[in-house]
């Protein structure tokens, strides 16, 4: 499969915890995004990449949390001192750069945070 | 900030019947997108729509890109179990990277 793929699917962590998740997109796509996704939410834009450059933060992306993408290959989003309204699906996406080129989610890492 | 209102927010259906489901905004978008996704899973794209007044089909699923570029439908015709699930739209603003997403339309089929 070639899709996109994120490990790990789960994590359970204790409040105050750090975590880190990986995305690996699809190999041709260059544009790496992060969203989140609460229960009954659709999914909400947190960061993306072009490349290796991060280009976009949204207001949501606080301080604890840091994404990086070094090779612009694979990224991870790293969130520090974790707490209980971090709890939710993590899903990472990516495309190419091409105009009518469409956003493909891989199937998400689920963080509960207790 | 953009927001997609999506409707309904839940269908309740008989096997073999025809759904529909709209989205609706103030803002003008660019690209329209319709996503499913299934418990645990992610989003899954069903339709891009690049241009006002498009009308695009894949399989039982058609979806227009209103005219007005402030909204979008998806139809499904002779709906089947597996069509069960939670049905996202998305619009994408001109000049931005981000999509924007609805709340979503959850569809339960009684066979």
């Known amino acids: 499969d070639t899709g996109v793929s994120q490990d790990p699917r789960h994590k359970i962590t204790k409040r105050g915890q750090n975590v880190t998740f990986r995305c690996d997109p699809i190999s041709e796509h260059n544009r790496l995004y992060w969203y989140r996704q609460t229960l009954g939410q659709g999914p909400e834009f947190l960061t993306y990449f072009q490349n290796e450059a991060q280009l976009e933060k949204s207001r949501l992306l606080s301080d604890r949390f840091s994404a990086e993408r070094p090779k612009g290959s694979f990224s991870t989003l790293e969130i520090q001192r974790t707490e209980q309204g971090d709890s939710a699906m993590y899903l990472c996406a990516s495309r190419t750069s091409g105009d009518h080129s469409p956003l493909h989610f891989g199937n998400g890492t689920r963080l509960t945070v207790t | 900030g953009q927001q997609l209102n999506q409707s309904p927010q839940s269908m309740f259906i008989q096997e073999g019947e025809d759904v529909s489901m709209n989205c609706t905004s103030s803002s003008i978008f660019n690209t329209w997108l319709w996503y499913k996704q299934d418990p645990g899973e992610g989003p899954v794209l069903l339709i891009a729509?690049?241009?006002?007044?498009e009308l695009t089909s894949n399989g039982r699923l058609t979806a227009q890109f209103g005219i007005t570029r402030k909204d979008s439908f998806l139809n499904i015709s002779a709906s089947i179990p597996s069509d069960v699930g939670i049905y996202f739209c998305?619009?994408?603003?001109?000049?931005?990277?981000?999509?924007?997403f609805g709340q979503g339309t959850r569809l339960t089929i009684n066979p």
């Open positions: 729509l690049y241009k006002a007044g």
């Open positions: 998305a619009g994408q603003l001109k000049g931005a990277q981000k999509l924007v």
